[in-house]
């Protein structure tokens, strides 16, 4: 009972700590509203508004009608009517377009009777993901034009059987979104948002804290009472597991209220995860903190060697299943990876937590491991 | 009547609702070694930093060196040397490093500090240290380096702030010896400490409590005055009167 | 002349680090040799499974199509829909096409039938751009079809051909737009960390107060941090160029003169931003999370992952105040374009607004007294 006293009044006092410094504890509470909405309402990948230059030196019924359909789009904006074709270069260097499109001369002509017509599409390659789509969503348009026309002939065709021959074959396409009809980036998004705070409070700010304790020698005034050091370590960690959880709550709130993703799946399996997510970071801030000394360099590791592979890979930018297989493997080690596919199945999936038992193994086995290897160095050094 | 090199009128610090330093005067003569006694937390640190012109008074003025601690506190800082409480040189950097440091930093040249330099070690007998690391310096040594640090630039005045905390009994003499032979040269010392002992060694001593200061004379006059035998007697009992806690 | 010896000073501390000379050397060959792999945005490897109703010819011939693809990988051709989805469940499959019974038949009658996909849509980008490239093969399939029917006599009506020419990255090489945007990663985090955790170290340790009675002015102490770090920040430019041309080939197409220009600049807009913040910071821990937090917005609000053109107008806004934005536009279009500095000239006015807004905070906002 005593000792059980003992241990709150080291947690009272670690809470006492992070509530006095009102400038970090307003950053821990907020960062989580503003990733959130900033990933949820910002970001997003889907392309719009891209820059087009046309150069079309034929301007008959065919390519203003092209032209007027691009500009109609949400995707495209026209920047630029180009009338010298040397002009096409200037125009990429400063930035003025992104697709440059270029007619050829005659150009209804060649549609209506020598079925030869292209249109040379110029996209800026130095930002691939605009020039992919761009040049997709130009294609269909385009091809939504040539379906048009054909149907325009066929309806005004002399001998339409004929006419219908030549339209070709056409396979219609019909398309499903699972999970999120409206494809929404938050979706993905606030899966990883979920990891990397959880992680960043965790680890980074009990690594720091720690480490502070050991550099002004008050680390060694609370190792020498009668306490065990382990329950010492442990109270500096329970105000940051509590306020981690308040973050999760927020960060569930927000996703489901402002930005309508919803909870498809069991809130009660969702905090599972959550929470042992949360000890796996937990442990690797105490991890960290026992190798290293100095505050600057716990800040450092936690920040650039534990922030930037949960950020590139757990999935949340980028999709890991591109990437070579060496950095497969390697964003197996990453525990956030783990995490946030399994609040893609929990949270957005709705899938049950028993056909997600791999993930969990997984961060269990991760949070065994860190907290082996937290104990080993502690024993090791003090 | 010699030359008042630091006055102080009305001086004042608060912090919200706290008085730290309440209302003190006092002026120090040029060349004395003034000692600025209280318990902790009697105000002495802040009060002395607002003299180095580390903070900034909330009422009352002082001059120090003829400038103005509200206006003039760059040229303040031209003739002052200043030893903090906490050891704060640069421990990861060498003893020369850190000296030729501070050289720099009032404006001597690379040549004029290296002189001094073999003339400051040769002085502490630290030749053999040059090329440590600070942070390798048993706490005297670093005490007297910092010292000499902060008299390096010949200041008119030096601020120890409790020069002596923590160090042995031998060091804290040799310590002393430097006082002198700084004073000697026309540094005005200004001292705080809390060792009544070294208290007997000042021209002059002043005992602050609770903010205020509550004595003021020559450490004989100050026991005649208060019919005791040492300045430990004289610090009980004025101390018995503060009210603050630390 | 004081400022010789507080630069001195800089790097004597810096060179006894244990661990930030590594870190300056280490961060740029890592991040360099390993991120253009990791962060890339294309979509590959997409697993679909196939509901292949149909088993006819034409039917399979279109499966061959997909599954040859480097996009997809066909992992089963499974018969029933509920296999499929738990599949999808299960996170195995990104993607179900199901080819209807009769798809052959209505083809050859009629000219037209259909096909339907569900994709996994978590990931939106993913799927709309497998989506994307799904209707591009069914689109071809569908013209290949015709072209091999036609008698010759007659070609297709508005056969409009469409021939694409990536410029500046021909090959569509989707790690090349990356490298730019990683060295802006780098410089941004090693600039702007380090100079804020080295004051505010300072300050916790207590020698910023001795520095703090001496008459140093503001400006030769501020410049006294900044300078150090003004070379790092070239030093590692350098190690990232390197490495760059090293692993990638790839070289600044408008010079290396241009790119080292355009990079001071940047480096000492950036750096007032790490003084400000450990200015109004107390200890490490703060300033550490304040920089932090800046720079995951600043990152992520740069154009550097996703295009500043799709943010809504306030998230433009903030886009165009931040620093990031600009030296993105500007490396990108150095390195790959080889635009002159005349093309990027509004960038830099940009750039060297923050550089005097940002020094200037930073230097009033240093208070030698409390």
């Known amino acids: 009972m005593r000792k059980l006293k003992r241990f709150f009044s080291f947690v009272y006092k670690e809470f006492c700590h992070i509530l006095r410094d009102v400038k970090t504890l307003i950053v821990l509470l907020f960062m989580p509203v503003i990733l959130i909405m900033l990933f949820g309402m910002a970001l997003s990948t889907e392309i719009k508004n891209v820059k087009v230059a046309i150069y079309d030196p034929s301007m008959d019924i065919a390519t203003q009608r092209i032209v007027r359909q691009l500009d109609a789009s949400t995707y495209f904006t026209i920047t630029r009517m180009i009338v010298n074709q040397a002009e096409i270069n200037d125009i990429f260097l400063d930035g003025t377009a992104e697709i440059v499109m270029v007619f050829q001369e005659n150009f209804y002509n060649r549609v209506l009777h020598d079925g030869d017509a292209s249109i040379q599409v110029i996209a800026d390659g130095s930002n691939t993901n605009v020039a992919t789509m761009g040049v997709f969503y130009l294609s269909s348009i385009i091809s939504s034009f040539q379906q048009e026309m054909a149907r325009e002939m066929v309806m005004n065709a002399a001998d339409p059987e004929q006419a219908a021959a030549m339209a070709g074959d056409v396979i219609n396409i019909t398309s499903r979104m699972l999970y999120n009809p409206q494809m929404q980036s938050s979706f993905n998004f606030v899966p990883g948002v979920m990891g990397m ?64 993703v919803p909870i498809a799946g069991s809130l009660l399996e969702l905090f599972v995860v959550s929470l042992i997510f949360i000890l796996v970071s937990l442990s690797l801030g105490i991890f960290i903190s026992n190798v290293v000394d100095t505050q600057e360099v716990a800040i450092l590791i936690s920040s650039l060697v534990l922030m930037l592979p949960t950020m590139m890979l757990s999935g949340m930018l980028f999709p890991i299943e591109s990437m070579p297989l060496p950095l497969q493997w390697a964003s197996w080690f990453v525990p956030a990876k783990w995490y946030v596919e399994a609040v893609k199945l929990i949270m957005i999936q709705g899938v049950s937590a028993a056909m997600c038992w791999k993930h969990f193994t997984i961060l269990c086995a991760f949070l065994v491991a860190h907290v082996t290897l937290s104990i080993s160095f502690f024993k090791d050094r003090l | 009547m010699a030359e008042e090199i630091i006055k102080a009128e009305g001086l004042t610090k608060r912090f919200g609702s706290f008085t730290a330093v309440d209302h003190i005067s006092f002026t120090v003569e040029k060349g004395e070694i003034f000692g600025f006694l209280g318990a902790n937390g009697a105000g002495k640190t802040t009060a002395m930093k607002i003299l180095c012109g580390l903070s ?86 670093k005490q007297k380096l910092a010292f000499s640090v902060a008299i390096f630039h010949e200041p008119k005045i030096v601020f120890l702030d409790e020069p002596t905390g923590g160090v042995d009994p031998a060091t804290r003499r040799e310590f002393w010896e430097m ?15 809390h060792y009544m002992d070294e208290a007997e060694y000042c021209n002059r001593v002043s005992i602050m409590v609770d903010g205020k200061i509550e ?25 018995r009167r503060a009210t603050r806690e630390e | 002349m004081t400022l010789r010896f507080l630069i001195e000073k800089e790097f004597k501390q810096l060179l006894r680090d244990p661990f930030l000379p590594k870190l300056i050397v280490m961060l740029p060959i890592v991040v360099m040799m390993v991120f253009p792999w990791a962060t890339t945005m294309e979509i590959k490897n997409v ?91 069914i689109m071809d399939y569908a013209s290949e079809l015709s072209e091999g029917r036609s008698t010759g006599l007659t070609k297709g009506i508005g056969g409009i051909s469409i021939d694409p020419y990536y410029k500046f990255n021909p090959a569509m090489d989707y790690k090349i737009p990356m490298i730019p945007a990683l060295i802006v990663l780098i410089m941004t985090l090693i600039i702007g960390f380090l100079p804020s955790e080295n004051i505010v170290a300072e300050k916790e340790k207590g020698t910023i107060e001795q520095i703090n009675v001496t008459p140093v002015y503001k400006v030769s102490f501020i410049l006294g941090k900044l300078i150090p770090y003004w070379i790092i920040g070239v030093v590692v430019l350098g190690i990232s160029a390197l490495v760059t041309m090293l692993c990638f080939g790839l070289v600044p197409a408008s010079g290396w003169a241009s790119l080292f220009l355009v990079s001071v600049i940047y480096i000492f807009s950036i750096s007032g931003l790490g003084l400000i913040i450990s200015n109004y910071s107390s200890s490490l821990q703060q300033a550490m ?38 030296y993105t536009e500007i490396m990108r279009s150095i390195y790959l374009k080889g635009s002159s500095l005349n093309d990027v000239r509004f960038q830099l006015y940009a750039l060297v607004g923050f550089f005097v807004v940002l020094t200037t905070w930073a230097i009033l906002s240093y208070r030698k007294r409390s």
């Not at chain 2, 006082?179 to 400490?193: R, S």
């Not at chain 3, 740069?302 to 931040?322: E, K």
């Open chain 3, 289 to 326: 999370f304040l920089i932090f937090f800046f720079i995951i917005i600043f990152l992520l609000m740069s154009g550097m992952f996703t295009p500043v053109s799709s943010m809504p107008i306030w998230a433009q806004v903030i886009a165009y105040s931040n620093p990031l934005t600009y």
């Open chain 2, 179 to 193: 006082i002198y032979d700084a004073a000697e040269k026309g540094i005005t010392v200004f001292v705080t400490t």
């Open chain 3, 47 to 137: 697993n679909v499974s196939v509901l292949d109703r149909d088993m006819s010819d034409i039917s399979r011939r279109f499966v061959d199509k997909v599954a040859s693809t480097s996009y997809f990988n066909v992992t089963d051709v499974s018969l029933g829909h509920s296999e499929a989805m738990q599949s999808v469940e299960l996170g195995q499959t990104d993607m179900i096409i199901e080819i209807p019974k009769g798809f052959e038949r209505e083809l050859l009658t009629k000219g037209e039938s259909s096909i339907s996909i569900e994709a996994n849509a978590v990931n939106g980008n993913k799927s709309s751009v497998a989506t994307s490239y799904i209707t591009q093969i």
């Open chain 2, 56 to 141: 900034n008074p909330t009422e009352g003025n002082a001059w120090v060196a003829g400038y103005d601690v509200w206006r003039q506190v760059g040229k303040i800082k031209q003739c002052i040397g200043y030893m903090s409480q906490k050891f704060s040189l640069y421990e990861d950097l060498k003893v020369w490093e850190n000296i030729r440091l501070y050289g720099g930093i009032y404006g001597l040249s690379g040549k004029q500090i290296a002189q001094k330099t073999d003339e400051l070690l040769s002085r502490l007998h630290f030749e053999d240290q040059r090329n440590r690391l600070v942070k390798t310096l048993p706490l005297g040594w």
């Open chain 2, 215 to 239: 004595a003021l004379d020559s450490p004989h006059a100050l026991k005649s005055g208060f019919g005791v035998d040492s300045m430990n007697a004289v610090f009980q009992k004025l101390a």
């Open chain 1, 197 to 260: 705070i959880l992680m960043l409070i965790c680890a980074m700010m009990t690594s720091i804290s720690i480490v502070r304790e050991k550099q002004r020698g008050t680390m060694e005034v609370l190792l020498v009472s009668p306490v065990n050091p382990m329950s010492v370590i442990l109270a500096k960690t329970i105000p940051y597991f509590v306020l981690s959880s308040l973050n999760l709550v927020t960060i569930l709130v927000l996703s489901v209220h402002l930005l309508g």
